[in-house]
């Protein structure tokens, strides 16, 4: 059957090139052998949402597009982390950077752009970089751990995202921009200054009208030199300046080339069989940046690939929205006044809202919208049919948002059934309409799925939602504003915690049932979370369900990128012995074990160890689990406190190793740390700890919700007790009512803050409540058994999980 097929080969595995793939397998799904190639070693991701990666709000597999299952289930050869190294158009083949060569028939290339780099003295120190993949948000994030002082060159979109990430990160931040108003291509003189205000009240710093001269610094940078003389401090700079259409490649390969590759309205470029789409590509002399327009590209070139009638591509009306920074901020069309245009202009100051729509021929050309963009996708429609607006009434035009209109205020009753809701993905009203009736779709998380409305900047959320309102009326209003655990159910925590109760449900795969679950076999964010609260709400009874565990907890271990685990024994409190030392050095010698480190947690880690190793390695090692893989207690970090320390006031490693024998092995909604110091001076970093123990004199003080994390979060005093007993039975209480009433995945500096420290604090404090919660506690821990020694002393658990068995071919 696959003999028949052509050949397909896309270079560049980014949005561009998996959309028009995507699209192509749709339209015929037994035309191409498809091969995917992409530099990076990830699956099609969402670039756009790199921005909620970097300001800690999404995690990488949240945005990936297109899992490695997808390539599998669609039968596409991907190869990542593999590089096109030349074309040879004459004979139709590719060759890779390992050598690979794989012909073709038909050939995309959508090898989008290169951040470009200022190519300032001092450009290549160690701390400069770009923003534009997954890794540059990794170095940014890892950088935050140890620097503090970040500066972005760039005051454009890229630039104020990455600035804001920082901001999360717990950076001091400034922008610098090279003209006197920031987002200027995208925004008009009033809009940016608000902007700006907004951005400065969150702690971002303006450095405008500034031209950087070089970067200082030894092998690390320092700063930067301006060409007025003043400096900046820096111990990490992004160069957010722009991108270049990557075309080295092509133009090797002999494609005309101008500032892209040239295409054709049908995206064929100056060679037979070869199309390009994407940021790559020039089409009548534009290039593009944005999402919208390269899926507009993907959608012809798809139905053209698959022998589908098209219309030509003529071009796209682009329009942005800020994300991240909680600025709503909408600019499309050709928003700046010219001397052929006049403009119809709202400027609340009271309330922060400024809207511009910029008319031409009493046709609407533009628009600038700041506090509030419901508007934006109307106008945006309006621009783009070239709508007469001659006999409407101005406000007709700008609406008053702020009430509660009919239909919500972007008025999706009255817009065509063929007006674009989700612009980065070209869906139209009438297509998430059809399939709210024609599916059965009732959340804005189903329509997403089905219809891909909304998958990438999120921006059209409100809009999906107005339509399920529109379309399902009362029906909608039930489920809307509630928060559901998963998109496989209408329920929120609280009404599957009740229902567990009342009906005495005791497996994950009966509550799915009983709860009509809309996908059969769950998925891999509620499945963990109900068998979490099941073993919540039934500690002595309930078995765990291991199949819903993610496979880090299945294992007992962390897998790595390269498929090997990592063993991290306990070793309380970070206090070891020379006999024990001895023990994890000959078990690291015996299993070759390449890489034996220490963590940060005081324990160490024996990384790259082959799956068949492990439960030999943990019967020689003869130590617990350290629970490095789970949601759990990992860590009791401390001080010498008292036994060494002349500042010491109390024994903060016998409280720590104390606590960690207390609560190891305990499940958490998310993974928790603790730390003790003697003293506070603070050693143990108590303060960023989910619990931290201070002594002071003649006690301790307990701090909850802290967090050195990604968001860092400095925890609260939430109580002060005398005796180390009084210690424990506080974080008995502290961390059972966190078991009871966190939401799965919930750290407890998001918990804390959502429920209060004085609300917390009321409910440990108050005698009975505390009683209660902690003979909650002590029934739970009176169960727990260690899973290294159960897997050691279980052939079939060994057999099952361990073994590994060669097939034969
Ligand atoms: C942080 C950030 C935020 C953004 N926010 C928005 C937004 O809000 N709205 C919006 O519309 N757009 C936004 N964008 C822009 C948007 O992400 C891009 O327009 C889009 O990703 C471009 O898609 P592409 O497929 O053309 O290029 P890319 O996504 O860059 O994909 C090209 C891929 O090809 C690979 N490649 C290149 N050469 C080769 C080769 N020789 N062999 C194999 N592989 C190769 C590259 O490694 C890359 O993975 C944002 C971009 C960034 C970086
Ligand atoms: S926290 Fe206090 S007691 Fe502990 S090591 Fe530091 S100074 Fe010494």
């Known amino acids: 059957m696959g003999e028949s097929r052509e050949k397909l080969v896309l270079i560049g595995n980014g949005m561009a090139g998996m959309n028009t793939i995507e699209h192509i397998i749709k339209l015929a799904p037994h035309k191409y052998d498809i091969t995917v190639f992409g530099s990076e070693p990830h699956p099609n991701y969402n670039r756009i949402l790199l921005s909620y990666v970097l300001a800690g709000d999404s995690k990488v597999e949240d945005i990936v597009i297109h899992p490695m ?11 990542s982390n593999e590089t096109v190294t030349s074309v040879d158009t004459a004979g139709q083949n590719v060759t890779t950077d390992s050598g690979l060569t ?35 948000c990794e170095i940014m994030i890892e950088a935050s751990q140890q620097y503090k002082k970040a500066v972005v060159i760039g005051g454009g979109l890229l630039g104020l995202e990455a600035a804001r990430g920082f901001l999360n990160l717990g950076m001091q931040v400034d922008v610098v921009h090279i003209v006197d108003t920031i987002m200027e291509r995208q925004l008009d003189r009033t809009a940016s200054k608000m902007l700006q205000e907004a951005l400065e009240a969150q702690g971002m710093n303006f450095l405008l009208e500034k031209q950087t001269e070089s970067i200082i610094g030894d092998e690390r940078v320092q700063g930067l030199k301006f060409k007025d003389g003043t400096v900046a401090e820096a111990d990490l700079i992004v160069m957010a300046v722009g991108i270049r259409p990557n075309v080295a490649l092509a133009r090797e390969s002999g494609l005309e080339v101008a500032n892209g590759i040239v295409v054709d309205d049908y995206l064929q470029t100056s060679v037979p069989n070869v199309y390009a789409v994407g940021e790559c590509a020039q089409h009548r002399g534009a290039v593009y940046g944005l999402v919208a327009p390269l899926y507009e590209q993907g959608a012809v070139l798809a139905k053209r690939l698959a022998g589908a009638e098209t219309v030509p591509y003529e071009g796209s009306v682009v329009y942005t929205k800020l994300k991240v920074s909680g600025v709503d901020v909408f600019s499309g069309g050709q928003f700046m006044d010219a001397e052929d245009t006049k403009a119809i ?28 963009t419901a508007d934006g996708t109307r106008l945006m429609q309006m621009i783009r049919n070239g709508d007469d607006i001659s006999g409407l009434e101005k406000t007709a035009i700008l609406r008053d948002n702020s009430g509660s209109g009919n239909g919500g205020g972007s008025g999706v009753a009255e817009m065509a059934d063929d007006a674009i809701i989700c612009g980065c993905n070209g869906v139209s009203k009438g297509t998430i309409c059809s399939a709210i009736k024609d599916q059965g779709l009732t959340s804005v998380e189903e329509v997403k799925n089905c219809t891909t409305a909304s998958r990438s900047c999120g921006g059209c959320k409100p809009l999906v939602s107005e339509l399920l309102s529109y379309t399902l009326g009362d029906a909608y209003e039930k489920t809307s504003g509630k928060e559901t655990i998963c998109g496989c159910t209408d329920h929120s925590r609280e009404e599957i915690l009740a229902a567990m109760k009342e009906k005495g449900l005791s497996h994950v795969k009966e509550v799915m049932s009983v709860l009509a679950w809309k996908n059969e076999g769950g998925c891999s964010k509620c499945r963990p979370a109900l068998n979490y609260y099941l073993a919540m709400l039934n500690p002595t009874t309930y078995a765990d369900d291991p ?58 880690d024996l990384l790259g160890v082959k799956k068949e190793h492990l439960t030999q390695m943990w019967e020689d090692l003869d130590m617990p689990s350290g629970y490095a893989y789970g949601k759990a207690l990992r860590t009791v970090k401390t001080c010498v406190g ?15 190793i104390q606590l960690e024998k207390r609560f190891e092995r305990l499940n958490t909604p998310a993974k928790v740390k603790m730390a003790v110091s003697g003293c506070p001076r603070n050693c143990a970093e108590s303060g960023i700890k989910d619990l931290g123990v201070v002594a002071i004199d003649g006690g301790w003080e307990l701090y909850a919700g802290g967090n050195g994390g990604v968001k860092v979060r400095a925890g609260d005093l939430m109580m002060v007790v005398k005796t180390e007993s009084e210690v424990i039975e506080y974080t008995e209480a502290y961390l059972q009512y966190y078991r009871e009433t966190g939401i799965y995945g919930e750290r407890t500096s998001e918990w804390v803050k959502r429920l209060g420290i004085d609300t917390i604090k009321e409910v440990i404090s108050d005698p009975e409540q505390r009683a209660g919660l902690c003979a909650r506690m002590n029934e739970t821990l009176s169960v727990t058994k260690d899973p290294w020694k159960e897997a050691v002393n279980n052939a079939t658990i060994r057999k099952d999980l361990y073994e590994v068995v060669e097939i034969k071919s």
């Open 69 to 79: 299952e997808w390539y599998e289930a669609n039968g596409i050869h991907l190869y």
């Open 642 to 656: 008292d036994t060494y320390c002349r500042f010491g006031t109390a024994d903060a490693m016998g409280m720590g």
């Open 345 to 372: 202009r709202v400027h609340d100051e009271f309330s922060g809202i400024y809207k511009k729509v910029v008319v031409k021929d009493n046709k609407i050309v533009g628009a600038v919208l700041f506090g509030d």
């Open 547 to 604: 199949t819903s565990r993610f496979v880090n907890e299945r294992m007992h271990a962390n897998i790595q990128k390269d498929g090997t685990y990592s063993v991290i024994p306990r070793i309380y409190g970070g206090v070891t012995s020379p006999a024990e030392l001895k023990r994890i050095a000959e078990v690291a010698e015996k299993f070759e074990v390449p890489t034996v480190k220490f963590t940060g947690g005081q324990r160490i």
């Open 102 to 136: 794989v012909a073709y028939d038909k050939l995309i290339v959508a090898t989008g752009s290169n951040p470009f780099m200022l190519p300032l003295p001092g450009a290549d120190k160690e701390g400069v970089m770009a923003y534009r993949t997954i890794r540059d």
